[in-house]
């Protein structure tokens, strides 16, 4: 069923917008008092080390050293630059150069987080401390974990890393994505791409549907007669109404998709024949083949102890604490942390919770109320976007939606409405950026 889609601004003054001092009511509570340049006495010369650069680690590294100059906040981050999945589909679909995906770390230097572009490769969480890959090991109070996504090379027969050479998931940005890019511009007008879409939980669940969409634009303009097979491990998924229109309105018959009543669950993959087997047997040959393989929490979470049995990480609600080691906080698609959905806003939006957990943890204050928002944009084509949004609080001890506040852009809206909601998504992914990074792209 559609709900009313939430007020923007709302969700924005409810998230606390880009500004630590508009978080702080949308906490609900009190940051630690920080003096600039010296820090809350409790905490100060305190060690915070953030693992992972992405939307939620460096959000809580740029907003802890904001509320708490005299933290002393180490990020660790292999890449120099970091290129964002958000948007990489548009780069797919060719509305969007693989460049401008590409963040650097130059204005959270200049906040004093002392990045390091180093491999974090075990977590002592007894001694309190980090190894770096090159044996280094760095003390810390607390610890941020925000590993992102690994991907289960045990969970799909016939698919690991030699196959994904041949078969990639590009679901991760970077040399996949890039590969991915190449087989389909090499791929003969007529031929047809297989997108493999897993079942719960994955980073992005609006993601694959996107893909297919941007790659069906790409088709339409350079290779009208291809085809698109969405084999999905689910019966339903996130904005399932709102792409079908979207497929019908744009690309006619060109996408199918079959769900798993509909034998669509692939369990078996032939990565040299670009071939997969579903469930009942049914064969798919593919001139491209994407394969979304199952997922699980990045591996430093696993070694610092704090994934269960399903490989993500339980974490305590109201400050995304780990659920089982002390001194440990974990954010973004690695967590267990439904019905708030593993996105990028989502990550962002944890890391500013975090930020003021930790500095009110070492200033021996307790943790603001948390609220979290949670917007996804979408976008089918050039001129065609959708949402979905909500907001979230704990409510009787669990992460909920609070009631009414979320839903989905309207079926059978007008061309002008799909137009804005596309030029919104762009506006959005400029401000997240701007408000992670410091960077405006």
């Known amino acids: 069923m559609t709900r009313t889609p939430i007020d923007r601004r709302q969700a924005l003054r409810w998230l606390g917008g880009a500004g630590a001092a508009s978080l702080l009511a949308a906490c609900g509570g009190r940051a630690p008092e920080a003096s600039a340049g010296t820090g809350n006495t409790a905490s100060r010369g305190a060690r915070v080390v953030v693992i992972g650069g992405g939307f939620g680690g460096a959000t809580a590294a740029r907003y802890l050293k904001r509320l708490d100059p005299g933290l002393h906040v180490t990020l660790l981050e292999p890449a120099e630059r970091f290129y964002t999945c958000p948007f990489t589909n548009l780069y797919l679909g060719g509305l969007r150069e693989f460049e401008s995906l590409g963040h650097d770390y ?38 941020i974990l925000s590993p992102g996504i690994d991907i289960r090379w045990d969970a799909l027969e016939g698919y690991d890393r030699a196959a994904a050479e041949l078969a990639p998931h590009a679901w991760k940005a970077g040399a996949q994505t890039h590969r991915l890019k190449r087989q389909l511009e090499a791929m003969e007008d007529g031929g047809t791409f297989v997108l493999v879409a897993p079942a719960n939980p994955f980073r992005c669940p609006p993601g694959p549907y996107e893909r297919v969409s941007q790659i069906a634009h790409y088709f339409k303009t350079h290779k009208p007669r291809s085809k698109i097979l969405l084999l999905d491990a689910k019966d339903a998924f996130s904005k399932q109404g709102l792409f079908m229109d979207g497929w019908r309105e744009l690309y006619g018959d060109m996408i199918e998709w079959v769900g798993l009543s509909g034998d669509g669950r692939v369990v078996r993959v032939d990565a040299d024949r670009l071939e997969v087997e579903t469930e009942f047997g049914t064969l798919h040959r593919a001139d491209v083949l994407n394969v979304v393989p199952p997922q699980r929490a990045g591996f430093i979470a696993e070694r610092a102890g704090v994934t269960d049995a399903s490989g993500w990480v339980p974490v305590n609600p109201r400050d995304f604490s780990s659920a089982q080691v002390e001194d440990v906080y974990v954010i973004g698609d690695a967590t267990e942390a439904a019905p708030m959905p593993k996105s990028g806003f989502c990550a962002n939006a944890q890391g500013k919770v975090v930020a003021f957990a930790a500095a009110a943890s070492l200033a021996g204050d307790p943790a603001p109320e948390p609220v979290w928002a949670n917007t996804c944009y979408s976008v089918i084509g050039p001129d065609y976007g959708i949402t979905v949004a909500g907001v979230y609080r704990v409510i009787d001890g669990q992460i909920a939606e609070v009631p009414g506040s979320g839903g989905v852009s309207p079926r059978g809206a007008d061309a002008g409405f799909r137009r804005r909601e596309a030029r919104y998504a762009a506006a959005w992914y400029q401000a997240i950026c701007e408000d992670t990074w410091g960077t405006v792209v």
Request: glycine fraction near 10%; charge should be negative.
């Open 106 to 143: 130059q204005q959270l230097r200049r906040l004093g987080v002392n990045v390091v572009h180093a491999l974090a490769e075990d977590v002592d969480p007894v001694g309190h401390s980090v190894t770096l890959a090159g044996g280094e090991r760095l003390p810390y109070d607390r610890l």
